[in-house]
């Protein structure tokens, strides 16, 4: 039995260990065939950009001096060995640049930045060889200060195009450079406000190897979003992008239905076909329908150890959530409306562009829903045109487990925004046994949050034990069992003098059955004793309150 890659993204490692591999290989006939000089491929986090990105490297770069291997025997009996000679007679014939920026998230420019000229000056370590070269003695002591982190910003803002040709002399063939995940430190330098800074170094770094250059064969650039041209790709009219709006190379990265069905059967799981695919399928790139990559690996993993084990949202641990924050924090009353609308399971119409940067986030709220659909939170459910040229997406939550990072970030946003409210009018209110006061803050409050039209009693449940989580002197508890069955929610004051509260929750169908499912919740507790066990604690003061929910509306009652 194969193991499973979980967390290695070297090819070659993959290749070598015998780990399980969807066979990716023939990406490297699509973009030979396609001849673009610059290719940029935004997908999601962990979808495989950076495997595919060590593939390329390992079937191009000529590793007589770097690491001694034979590069076509990582390939032998994979796809592209089949696609003709003219491609396989590639294998091992270029210097290849290689820099992944995966791990350049930091608080400031500083750090971010320090990061940056470590993760070059260790390409420029493995590459040391080609000093041998007297060519190239001109060129040494330049080299060698970027290569011991001593340059200056100058130096590595030009460093890519200077070791492209380093390489190309030496090797005497252009140099391909593949850049991994370009844009991670501009993410964290756009939340941490730093922007401007990663803007500049980045115009220069890529701006100059990658444009006009003759010592480019080509290159590959992967990231989770297009930064606009007038951001960082300025002048750059040779870039071939394609994001998951895009036809080409559509299935190679995620897992297709096919792969995925092959990988159950592979380990003798496809009676859980149908989890899996509620769980992490659902994702439309072009026209191909694609797996999340990660998710799915984890899952058949904990499956082949737990065969009963529960599905997990392995990607919500793995994925930086600062722009579901950012729409957490920024929301109006019209993106609750349409959270209300995807967390219920339905769709939303949204203008969609790629040309945007992460300052013009905060300009338009509705620049977000353009994050979140390329970043992977969204799915396309349909497309058209509006006005002309301007395309209008229907998005979608496409998967059970993006629905759980979105309850469980809404969720966690309304309990801080509880948190910083004056809430003891409410708690008055509760302990006076005064029902509209309590049915007015409780609605006031709901109109303030996001609901969840089809979470039923669970969400409202949530909702109210975080508000009264903060009063002061009384202990919380939530389905604690008491009598003859279980009460939503009690407080009681930490001294049996003093009074205690009892809560049973409804949630009614339509407006009109609010009055009957108050009633039906104060009878309930009487029926179930739920009070039983706080008289025999001491407690003589006992409030039931009975509550109704209706999406953002509630009635309260108390028991005379």
Not at 409 to 424: A, G, N, P
Not at 519 to 543: C, F, S, V, W
Request: glycine content about 6%; proline content about 2%.
């Amino acid at each position: 039995m194969k193991p499973l890659p979980v967390g290695v993204s070297f090819f070659d490692t993959v290749i070598e260990q015998g780990y399980y591999y969807v066979d990716k290989t023939l990406l490297i006939k699509e973009m030979l065939d396609k001849k673009s000089a610059v290719n940029l491929f935004t997908r999601p986090r962990r979808f495989g950009k950076t495997l595919n990105m060590r593939m390329l490297q390992c079937f191009f770069e000529d590793t007589a001096e770097t690491t001694g291997k034979d590069s076509a025997s990582w390939f032998k009996g994979l796809k592209i060995m089949s696609a003709g000679d003219s491609y396989t007679s590639l294998i091992g014939q270029y210097p290849v640049v290689f820099l992944t920026f995966k791990d350049s998230r930091q608080p400031s420019f500083e750090s971010a930045y320090a990061i940056l000229k470590d993760n070059i000056a260790d390409e420029f370590q493995r590459h040391k060889y080609i000093l041998q070269d007297q060519r190239l003695k001109d060129k040494k002591e330049q080299y060698e200060r970027i290569m011991q982190s001593a340059g200056t910003l100058g130096d590595y803002s030009r460093s890519l195009k200077f070791l492209t040709e380093c390489l190309s002399i030496h090797h005497g063939k252009k140099a391909i450079v593949l850049i991994d995940e370009y844009d991670v430190p501009l993410e964290a330098s756009w939340a941490n406000h730093y922007y401007n800074d990663m803007v500049n170094f980045f115009r220069t770094f890529l701006g100059t190897a990658l444009k006009d250059n003759p010592f480019l064969e080509f290159a590959a650039i992967t990231g989770c979003l297009r930064i606009s041209k007038e951001s960082i790709f300025t002048g750059l009219n040779n870039l071939d992008v394609n994001s998951i709006l895009g036809i080409g190379y559509s299935e190679y990265f995620g897992f297709t239905p096919e792969e995925a069905a092959e990988m159950l059967q592979f380990y003798a799981l496809e009676n859980c076909t149908n989890m899996v695919k509620d769980w992490y399928n659902g994702y439309l790139f072009g026209n191909t329908e694609v797996y999340n990559p990660w998710s799915l690996i984890k899952i058949v993993k904990d499956l082949l150890d737990t065969i009963n084990v529960l599905p997990q949202p392995y990607w919500a641990n793995t994925s930086s959530n600062s722009i579901v924050r950012t729409l957490i924090d920024k929301a109006d009353d019209d993106v609750k409306a349409d959270l209300d609308t995807l967390i219920a399971g339905g769709s939303i119409k949204k203008v969609i562009h790629e040309d945007i940067t992460y300052d013009e986030i905060e300009k338009n709220i509705d620049n977000i829903w353009n994050f979140l659909f390329f970043t992977g939170y969204l799915k396309k459910t349909g497309s058209h045109f509006e006005k002309g040229n301007t395309l209008m997406l229907d998005l979608a939550i496409p998967n059970r487990e993006l629905q759980y990072i979105f309850e469980y970030k809404i969720q966690e946003w309304f309990r801080e925004t509880v948190d910083q409210q004056d809430l003891s009018p409410l708690y008055t209110a509760v302990l006076e046994g005064n029902a509209q006061a309590v049915e007015d803050k409780l609605s006031e409050l709901l109109l303030s949050s996001i609901s969840f039209y089809d979470s039923q009693e669970n969400f409202y449940h949530g909702f109210l034990t975080g508000v009264l989580a903060k009063a002061k002197g009384y202990l919380v508890r939530s389905n604690h069992e008491s009598g003859n069955g279980r009460s939503d929610i009690f407080m009681k004051n930490v001294s049996a003098k003093g009074k205690a509260v009892i809560f049973e929750l409804k949630a009614a169908a339509a407006m009109q059955e609010l009055t009957a499912k108050c009633d039906e919740a104060l009878r309930q507790i009487d029926e179930k004793k739920y009070a039983n066990e706080l008289e025999q604690d001491g407690y003589r003061t006992i409030l039931k309150y009975g509550i109704a929910f209706y999406r953002k509306d509630c009635m309260v009652k108390i028991a005379g």
